[in-house]
């Protein structure tokens, strides 16, 4: 016997001997080394005890029992796949085979040889988990091709993730905001694997999360994968009550980069039964990083394609206009000469005001910049004068305020060279209330006419559409006199409308999936 | 025929009504947002309004044609450069008696104006 346990010491497997009674007889080293068990402290034990997990001890006992009574034992001599218990309580695939021997004493020993199969198991996972990731990278990339909405390619996104991580929930949360405003906002995207999870839909879609705020705020401030086992126990989980009602536990949150900045995080949780082992958060890391390029990547193609249709239909706007400028000029030209004049003189106001107002939008103009843009048209500046208080237009009164001021000057060009002495004075400020810009423009007679002049008979086009400008579309009052003295207009335009707000924001477009 | 435009582009607004006078036709109004149109809808209460879907700022041209209609019975003409865009939601909120996509030329406006006359005619 002596010299069969020395010849054991020396196997590479673990060798392992029991009595009719279950109880521990031999013990090699490799035995001492796979189940963590020194052979003083296994010999004499439990063997059912000792590496037999919970779940097959039954039919552990039930064997040893049956052979003893029967001499029969279907799984001995066979090789057994099947796992065992470490002294740490970790469950391990092993194989063995198992041979009963006579003992000294005339009973019976069971011999079996073992070998763990941890390393292998532990290859073919990580090879597994390998070939889904390759998979769901790949569905990830092909959905990227196709016409789907962002709304639509990210929940196909968190569903790939939930079905090769094994997770029960995924949620995607944006960046809003800039600077010391930005927060992460749910977007409402989730993929739930059960419909008892919805509680935490209604949870999360309250919360926004600063830098460093919550699970989402911390993978958002480090630009780190933050993975929590044990979400009951964390009060940095703000949402942990609900979570945990429904029973999801664990969580991971994954910072979505692009460009050097975090523009969202993807959030997957599940319960006490989901795996978040080394392997599992390597899968994760790599999947949501190419994931989140892909989501920005869509989201930057809906831009684009907001933006060309916007301008499109700014285009064919543009277009109609100019039909419009057209057809209006023509029905008053008495002469093509005139009807030149007429149209191309607004056709270029249209087009500098169009730049003001969408080219320099950043910029805001100012008052006086547009009524000396409008008067450039005029000779003899020294016969000007131009006085306005310091305001900056809104981009949406540019258009409106730049085409009067252009009727105007393109009226006084018209009628000022039957009388050259003229001056013209154009003065803007706040009335009492503060409430109204009082815009009024003045051409003085250098001689003042003996008879008033004829009223005209009818309602030109250039009145008209300053009429409509100022009451229409910058909700003022438009009075026009023309006596011995000259000609005089009067604008009184509500400041609110007139006046930008005092920053600018930059303008932004907002895609779907983000607002959603 | 007594019509309404609803049209926040001026230079479009004036060549409508121009246009539509040239007709035969009463322009009692031009109203450039939402607020206007239902205003001058209610004092005149038009035969036809001749609604533009996007108007400036925060205005629905939509809002204002289910306004006449479900208030006043003042049926539309919506006019937009998109089309498309026009939401199931819209089209029976407004129940538009024609829809005008935007550029248009002189002919196809009088070929609808004249046809939606003869329909409200009968």
């Known amino acids: 016997m002596k010299h069969l346990e020395s010849l054991f010491d020396r196997a590479l497997d673990a060798v392992v001997g029991m009595d009719e009674a279950g109880l521990v007889v031999a013990w090699n080293g490799a035995a001492e080394e796979m189940f963590g068990w020194p052979r003083a402290e296994a010999m004499g034990s439990s063997m059912g005890d000792l590496i037999v997990p919970p779940q097959h001890r039954d039919a552990h006992a039930r064997g040893l029992e049956h052979y003893n009574r029967t001499g029969e034992g279907p799984v001995l001599e066979q090789r057994v796949r099947i796992t065992a218990l470490h002294r740490d309580r970790a469950e391990f695939p092993v194989e063995l085979s198992i041979f009963p021997m006579s003992g000294d004493g005339g009973g019976r020993i069971f011999y079996a040889f073992i070998r763990s199969m941890a390393a292998e198991e532990a290859a073919r996972r990580a090879q597994e988990l390998r070939a889904r990731e390759g998979e769901a990278l790949l569905a990830v990339a092909q959905k990227l091709l196709e016409d789907v909405s962002l709304d639509e390619f990210t929940q196909f996104c968190l569903d790939s993730v939930c079905a090769v991580s094994g997770m029960e929930a995924g949620h995607f949360h944006v960046v809003r905001g800039r600077g010391p405003h930005a927060r992460l906002h749910p977007t409402g995207i989730w993929h739930l694997a059960d419909p008892r999870f919805?509680?935490?839909?209604?949870?999360?879609?309250?919360?926004?999360?600063?830098?460093?705020?919550?699970?989402?705020?911390?993978?958002?401030?480090?630009?780190?994968?933050?993975?929590?086992?044990?979400?009951?126990?964390?009060?940095?989980?703000?949402?942990?009550?609900?979570?945990?009602?429904?029973?999801?536990?664990?969580?991971?949150?994954?910072?979505?980069?692009?460009?050097?900045?975090?523009?969202?995080?993807?959030?997957?949780?599940?319960?006490?039964?989901?795996?978040?082992?080394?392997?599992?958060?390597?899968?994760?890391?790599?999947?949501?990083?190419?994931?989140?390029?892909?989501?920005?990547?869509?989201?930057?193609?809906?831009?684009?394609?907001?933006?060309?249709?916007?301008?499109?239909?700014?285009?064919?706007?543009?277009?109609?206009?100019?039909?419009?400028i057209y057809r209006s000029c023509s029905r008053e030209a008495r002469t093509k000469d005139e009807l030149d004049e007429a149209f191309l003189g607004r056709l270029v106001a249209v087009g500098q005001a169009n730049r003001m107002a969408v080219e320099d939008a950043s910029k805001s103009v100012a008052l006086q910049a547009l009524i000396e843009e409008a008067t450039g048209i005029l000779p003899e500046r020294s016969r000007i004068s131009i006085e306005a208080p310091n305001l900056s237009v809104d981009r949406d009164s540019i258009m409106p305020l730049a085409l009067i001021l252009n009727e105007l000057a393109t009226n006084a060009l018209k009628h000022?060279?039957?009388?050259?002495?003229?001056?013209?004075a154009v003065r803007a400020r706040f009335d009492e209330s503060n409430e109204n810009l009082v815009l009024e423009w003045r051409e003085h007679r250098a001689v003042p006419l003996a008879v008033p002049p004829p009223t005209p008979e009818r309602v030109g086009f250039g009145t008209k559409l300053m009429w409509h400008m100022v009451e229409g579309r910058l909700g003022g009052i438009f009075e026009r006199c023309l006596d011995e003295a000259g000609f005089r207009v009067m604008l009184r335009l509500p400041r609110e409308r007139l006046e930008a707000p005092p920053e600018l924001a930059p303008a932004t477009i907002h895609s779907g999936a983000a607002d959603g | 025929m007594r019509i309404l435009i609803v049209e926040d582009e001026v230079f479009i607004a004036l060549d409508l009504e121009m246009q539509l006078m040239d007709m035969g036709?009463?322009?009692?109004?031009?109203?450039?947002?939402?607020?206007?149109?239902?205003?001058?809808?209610?004092?005149?209460?038009?035969?036809?309004?001749?609604?533009?879907?996007?108007?400036?700022?925060?205005?629905?041209?939509?809002?204002?044609?289910?306004?006449?209609?479900?208030?006043?019975?003042?049926?539309?003409?919506?006019?937009?450069?998109?089309?498309?865009?026009?939401?199931e939601a819209d089209i029976a909120a407004t129940a538009p008696v024609a829809l005008l996509g935007k550029p248009f030329s002189p002919v196809k406006l009088h070929a609808v104006i004249r046809g939606v006359d003869a329909v409200l005619d009968r």
């Open chain 1, 198 to 324: 919805q509680p935490v839909v209604e949870a999360t879609s309250v919360v926004r999360f600063a830098p460093g705020e919550g699970l989402p705020g911390r993978a958002w401030q480090s630009g780190q994968l933050q993975a929590l086992v044990d979400l009951p126990a964390s009060c940095q989980f703000v949402r942990r009550s609900v979570f945990e009602e429904v029973g999801l536990t664990r969580a991971v949150a994954l910072p979505v980069w692009q460009g050097g900045d975090v523009h969202g995080v993807l959030e997957f949780f599940g319960t006490s039964y989901a795996r978040l082992d080394e392997e599992v958060l390597r899968m994760l890391q790599t999947v949501g990083s190419q994931i989140g390029v892909a989501l920005h990547r869509k989201q930057h193609a809906e831009h684009r394609e907001t933006l060309r249709r916007e301008m499109s239909h700014r285009v064919g706007n543009s277009l109609s206009v100019l039909a419009s």
């Open chain 1, 416 to 424: 000022g060279s039957s009388c050259q002495d003229s001056r013209l």
């Open chain 2, 25 to 87: 036709y009463e322009v009692v109004g031009i109203a450039g947002t939402k607020e206007t149109a239902i205003e001058m809808a209610c004092a005149h209460v038009p035969d036809l309004a001749l609604v533009d879907l996007h108007l400036a700022g925060p205005s629905s041209g939509a809002e204002a044609a289910a306004f006449m209609r479900a208030e006043l019975g003042v049926p539309s003409v919506i006019v937009s450069g998109s089309l498309h865009e026009l939401t």
